[in-house]
């Protein structure tokens, strides 16, 4: 199955390490155009410089339609021109709403 995104995306670029906080820079309407290439990799095109943080190591990909793409980066390259980064992930439907609690605990001890 190949699936394509033209257009506008909010693209998050993290740096996610045990023991550290999260460093996260996210760049809202950002052009993209994601190009899924294998099963679970997807590979993210972009016009212009993608800030992020330094050691930045896993990428977000928001789009309109509620579809998260999130994963580690593989490969790519990052130029004032543009660049492109390959990431390994499974797509996800973002809910429309929060899950509710209701008196039930998440974790049992017994």
């Known amino acids: 199955m190949s699936y394509t995104y033209d257009g506008l995306a909010s693209v998050a670029v993290l740096a996610l390490y045990r023991g550290r906080p999260t460093n996260k820079q996210t760049t809202f309407e950002l052009a993209v155009r994601v ?14 410089y993608l800030q992020g943080p330094q050691e930045a190591n896993t990428l977000q ?8 793409l999130q994963g580690p980066i593989i490969d790519g390259s990052n ?7 390959l990431i390994n992930v499974e797509p996800h439907e973002l809910p429309n709403e929060p899950r509710t609690r209701v008196g039930r605990r998440m974790h049992s001890d017994r």
Do not use: C, Q, S, Y
């Not at 990909?61 to 998260?68: E, I, K, S």
């Not at 130029?79 to 980064?85: C, D, F, H, S």
């Open 61 to 68: 990909v928001m789009l309109p339609d509620g579809m998260l």
């Open 79 to 85: 130029e004032p021109a543009g660049g492109w980064l």
């Open 35 to 48: 190009i899924k290439v294998a099963p679970k990799r997807f590979r993210v095109e972009f016009a212009h």
